[in-house]
């Protein structure tokens, strides 16, 4: 089997890396942790559970995640988040992969947990990601929220990453604070300006577009509780990133 390294970014990941480092285990000949300066116990489980840890501050998403890659020492990576693990059937099928052609990259689909409950409703199924990619023609897009793996060509591999992305209900609304923040730091360091209309007009259309577009009408209580909760995180970043801009005038005026 061709060699790969790991790669998987945290920040306070204590609950979730060691799941994620054994996860990769079985296709990764390395792993190399990239973490923003952790207050928890992530560095210290990271290393001992076999990963190289690297040091960087918050640079955002896409730099973050290509921040290591230099550094790896196989052409081929295989990113994950911390709370992201391979499902048995993505292990089977990256063993399987030829790994011939540097132009391709390979999709799995991606099952989103809140809890035990898997959330399907209004895109959160197949909810596609790139992962697995040849450095030398592929890489993670430099957009500081929300990146994504640019390649020549995608292949699509019938195979599945668990998400577990929220603990429960409670643990959803604080990612979505936590998120937005971040968000909102992101579009304000790429010059996106304030807007007194752009968080309710943007809410309004993320909550249409699961809703009708999605299907999460006709979901039940999964697809409402998709489509406000994404209409919450659209308002509350751009909401936020006009109080970025509040706090930045108020002391330049002090």
Same mark, same amino acid.
């Given at each position: 089997?061709?060699s ?14 060691e799941?994620?480092i &054994?996860? /990769? ?8 942790? =990239?973490?923003?300066? +952790?207050? *928890?116990a992530?560095? $210290? #489980? ?10 960087? &501050?918050? /640079?955002g ?7 290591? =890659?230099?550094?790896a +020492?196989? *052409?081929?990576?295989? $990113? #994950? ?9 993505a292990? &089977? ?20 947990? $809140? ?11 197949p ?31 019938d ?45 309004l ?26 209409a ?23």
């Amino acid at each position: 089997m061709t060699s790969i390294t790991g790669i998987i970014i945290t920040l306070n990941e204590q609950d979730n890396i060691e799941d994620a480092i &054994a996860s /990769l285990r079985p296709v990764c000949d390395e792993i190399i942790v =990239v973490d923003s300066k +952790s207050q *928890d116990a992530t560095v $210290a #489980l990271a290393e001992a559970a076999g990963a190289r840890v690297i040091h960087q &501050a918050y /640079l955002g998403d896409g730099p973050q995640k290509a921040f290591a =890659v230099p550094q790896a +020492s196989h *052409d081929w990576i295989l $990113a #994950l988040d911390a709370d992201e693990r391979l499902d048995p059937d993505a292990v &089977a099928a990256i063993r399987a992969l030829p790994l011939d052609d540097a132009q391709t990259a390979y999709r799995f689909k991606r099952r989103n947990f $809140a809890g035990r409950h898997w959330i399907r409703a209004a895109g959160f199924y197949p909810d596609p990601v790139t992962r697995l990619y040849n450095r030398t023609t592929s890489g993670y897009l430099p957009k500081k929220a929300h990146s994504s793996v640019q390649a020549p060509q995608v292949v699509d591999v019938d195979a599945h990453l668990s998400h577990f992305t929220y603990r429960d209900l409670s643990h959803w609304i604080t990612r979505i604070d936590q998120l937005s923040s971040r968000d909102a730091w992101a579009m304000k360091e790429r010059g996106v300006t304030p807007s007194a209309l752009r968080p309710s007009v943007h809410a309004l259309t993320a909550m249409l577009r699961k809703l009708i577009l999605k299907g999460g009408i006709l979901q039940g209580q999964d697809g409402m509780t998709v489509a406000m909760t994404t209409a919450f995180h659209a308002y509350m970043k751009y909401a936020k990133l006009n109080e970025l801009y509040e706090n930045e005038r108020a002391g330049d005026n002090r």
